[in-house]
């Protein structure tokens, strides 16, 4: 029987800063150059690089629809590779309609140096549009 590798400590480190909405350890986990990868046609997608236009601009504009207090994310499963974590993970929130808006996200994290490099994130980009929806 083979061990699996532990989860990369950056991981562990940027799920902690994200839940406690400490924006400079959320920026503590991001290379001074790492980009931010986000697909489809919503107003967060696009390509974001470095930690304040990830953290400052690129999350805000994810949550901006959301009621505060209500962002949940539950890190469901790591896969680590060589210099990567591939992860997956769920997100809730209520939004600011007061509809519940629930995703599954898998994005490739690459690791440099115990930061995040780059982010290439995929998920239903076309029910993320519903959080945008008037």
Do not use: H
Request: hydrophobic share 35%; net charge negative; charged share 20%.
């Amino acid at each position: 029987m083979t061990s699996q590798p532990e989860i990369q400590p950056v991981v562990k480190r940027y799920f902690a800063a994200l839940a406690s909405g400490d924006n400079d350890a959320l920026k503590e986990c991001f290379t001074s150059n790492a980009k931010w990868i986000a697909p489809g046609r919503l107003p967060n997608s696009g390509t974001w690089e470095g930690p304040d236009a990830i953290v400052d601009e690129f999350f805000p504009l994810a949550s901006a629809q959301m009621t505060p207090g209500s962002f949940s994310t539950e890190l469901v499963s790591a896969t680590v590779g060589e210099g990567n974590v591939v992860i997956e993970w769920k997100s809730s929130a209520e939004t600011t309609s007061g509809k519940a808006y629930k995703n599954s996200y898998i994005a490739n994290l690459i690791i440099c140096d115990d930061r995040i490099k780059e982010v290439r994130e995929y998920f239903d980009t076309q029910y993320g549009e519903t959080l945008f929806a008037s």
